[in-house]
């Protein structure tokens, strides 16, 4: 077990090639079990941690699409924004579909950055922007849905 510790602590790239390379083997016994359960584990936190994040990025774009709509105008960055956090959480979902169930709680427990950070970037006032998602989340995930315009007289990407 020494070794396979100091494999892992030195050359973790190393590490990774040589339990792949037993895993298809079925070298059970000669596998590092816990840094190698400890590294899937991290894997889901991983992919959690990068669906939240995605998903706050959209809500404050979203945000700032609706509640200044005057930077529509100018801010075609926001568009993009949207397009990408939108695209990048469809790929997560598609690769992790368990995920799927995380999304309510994730958008509930980052929301209230995304707002802080559309008050400080709009300049508009905190109270501007309501305390909870004013979205649902499949409204979030619609790639046809832009807040505060009909889906029917939404500019053209």
Known sequence: MGTKTALYDQDFYTWTQEQAALLREGA???????????????????????LGSHLRNLVLHLLKWHYQPSGRLTGQSWRSSIRNARAEIAVL??????????????????????????????????????????????????????????SDTAPLP
């Not at 059970?28 to 941690?49: F, P, Q, W, Y």
Request: glycine fraction near 4%.
């Open 93 to 150: 979902l598609e690769d992790s579909h368990r995920l799927e169930r995380e999304v309510a709680g994730l958008l509930a427990r980052w929301y209230p950055l995304a707002r802080l950070d559309a008050a400080d970037e709009t300049g508009l006032p905190l109270a501007t922007f309501p305390e909870t998602c004013p979205w649902k989340r499949n409204e979030v995930l619609d790639p046809d849905f832009w807040p505060g315009e009909d």
């Open 28 to 50: 059970v016994h000669e596998l590092d079990l816990t840094n190698l359960a400890e590294e899937i584990e991290s894997l889901g936190k991983s992919d959690r941690r990068a």
